[in-house]
């Protein structure tokens, strides 16, 4: 079984819709979880982190259930410069590694 | 601002070629990693260091090594490169405390011919 799963997509919606991703991962002792964001042919950087008590950052929410091993990103009001891949990273228990899903493609459709 | 720099962006080789990989990062993070990307299989763990002189095997280290003499040089070397190594490189490095996460460089795009 792989650490992350992600359902790859494609999702394709138009410009002001509400996008959800989910992600689970399989060991319960994980430390700390993240989205990244890769542009095409660029390198992933962090979009977030994901916090027990849910965190926002202006139009992207993420939630972490730990009962369910499951991590969400939300996207509201969706942009046309939000088309991308995103990736569920879970930091291990130990701290050294990383473990990605494959990733989510969205396409925001003008 | 963390900055990972990879030694090149595009690299064109021939098969049976050495190619060096090099990774700097200006953070002091303990750890570094080498990954590649393919289409359809994500990132997936080469080799990493959590310290200076010291590597771990990831998932696939077959085929490549790797070099960390100093704590802010992470170097990846493919001995005899084969056109199966055609790839995006990633380099990431993170610090060992805390819930930090991972910062890559920009990537290195390998062909071998």
């Known amino acids: 079984r792989k650490e992350v799963e992600q359902d790859p997509g494609p999702f394709n919606v138009p410009e002001g819709a509400t996008v959800a991703f989910n992600c689970t991962y399989s060991?319960?002792?994980?430390?700390?979880f993240f989205w990244y964001r890769q542009d095409c042919r660029k390198e992933p950087k962090l979009l977030m982190s994901?916090?027990?008590s849910g965190n926002e950052d202006g139009r992207f929410t993420a939630q972490l259930n730990r009962a369910s091993q499951y991590i969400s990103l939300l996207i509201r009001d969706s942009k046309l410069s939000d088309s991308a891949t995103y990736l569920c990273?879970?930091?291990?228990?130990?701290?050294?590694?990383?473990?990605f899903g494959t990733g989510t493609s969205l396409t925001v459709i003008p | 601002d963390v900055k990972v720099t990879q030694s090149s962006r595009y690299l064109v080789k021939r098969t049976g070629e050495k190619v060096f990989l090099e990774c700097v990062q200006d953070?002091?993070?303990?750890?570094m990693f080498w990954y590649r990307q393919d289409p359809g299989l994500g990132l997936r763990l080469i080799y990493f260091?959590?310290?200076?002189?010291?590597?771990e095997k990831g998932d696939i280290p077959e085929g490549y090594s790797v070099s960390r003499e100093k704590k802010e040089r992470f170097s990846l070397i493919l001995e005899s490169a084969s056109t199966n190594q055609t790839s995006m490189y990633l380099c990431?490095?993170?610090?060992?405390?805390?819930?930090?996460?991972?910062?890559f460089g920009p990537g290195t795009r390998l062909l071998v011919l």
């Open positions: 990273v879970v930091r291990s228990n130990t701290g050294n590694q990383f473990y």
């Open positions: 060991n319960s002792a994980s430390q700390s």
């Open positions: 994901v916090y027990s």
């Open positions: 953070m002091d993070h303990e750890n």
């Open positions: 260091s959590y310290d200076v002189k010291m590597k």
């Open positions: 990431a490095s993170n610090s060992r405390s805390g819930y930090e996460t991972q910062y």
